[in-house]
């Protein structure tokens, strides 16, 4: 799996878009960009993935560059209860295969 | 539908002592996961099972970690002897099989374990 670098902290203000980034620059062809947030003491909790379009579902939107390089999560109206570790992965499509975690980006959202 | 359910939600035991963890996946999905959160780091992966078939343990400690899956459902995974260095969280996960869909993989709260 490709290697993905993060900030390793973000702060926003609630009520805020939350835009995350993520460089992929050695993302494959065949390899998704998937983000996963865990609250502290859970587990990790799937968001979205993507792996040329822009995608958005209830949650969030994500941001994938033409060269497909670097990518952005956005939580548009971010809550306290967004305070998590957002982890950018890539993956090989059409398959199970494991999840490669790097350490994320811990966003902390204030009043 | 029911999560990814794991028991117990913490351990304390002394070094060189056994401990299981056990892990019951959603309904429906065949592959699991179990993965190891050292604090202050990423989920890293143990051990993945299609079905109850080993798919990766390349990274599992096999003189002291062992996991099975018997008849496809629920997981166990024990550490015998347990060291320090094994505190960590213990996080299974699952997901439906290869062509069932998307891959999304699905998390348990984790089994917090702390070795003294």
């Known amino acids: 799996d490709a290697k993905t670098t993060q900030p390793p902290s973000m702060d926003c203000a609630e009520g805020r878009a939350a835009n995350l980034p993520c460089n992929h620059s050695?993302?494959?062809?065949?390899?998704?960009v998937y983000w996963y947030r865990q609250i502290h003491s859970q587990g990790p909790q799937y968001i979205i993935h993507?792996?040329?379009n822009n995608e958005t579902n209830e949650m969030a939107s994500l941001i994938i560059t033409e060269d497909r390089k670097s990518s952005t999560l956005i939580l548009p109206h971010a809550t306290l209860r967004d305070t998590a570790v957002y982890y950018c992965i890539v993956r090989v499509a059409g398959t199970a295969s494991k999840l490669t975690f790097g350490t994320g980006t811990r966003l902390q959202v204030t009043l | 539908e029911a999560g990814v359910a794991q028991s117990p939600r913490y351990k304390i035991i002394e070094k060189r002592q056994s401990v299981a963890f056990w892990c019951n996946p959603i309904s429906g999905h065949a592959t699991l996961y179990w993965y190891q959160q050292i604090l202050g780091q990423g989920p890293k992966l143990l051990i993945q099972f299609q079905n109850n078939g080993v798919v990766d343990d390349s990274q599992l400690p096999k003189d002291r970690f062992s996991a099975e899956r018997l008849k496809g459902v629920d997981s166990t995974l024990k550490i015998q002897p347990a060291k320090l260095e094994d505190s960590a969280v213990y996080l299974c996960?699952?997901?439906?099989?290869?062509?069932?869909?998307?891959?999304?993989?699905?998390f348990g709260p984790g089994t917090r374990l702390t070795v003294t």
């Open positions: 050695t993302i494959s062809g065949n390899e998704y």
């Open positions: 993507g792996l040329k």
């Open positions: 996960a699952s997901s439906l099989a290869p062509g069932q869909g998307t891959y999304e993989q699905y």
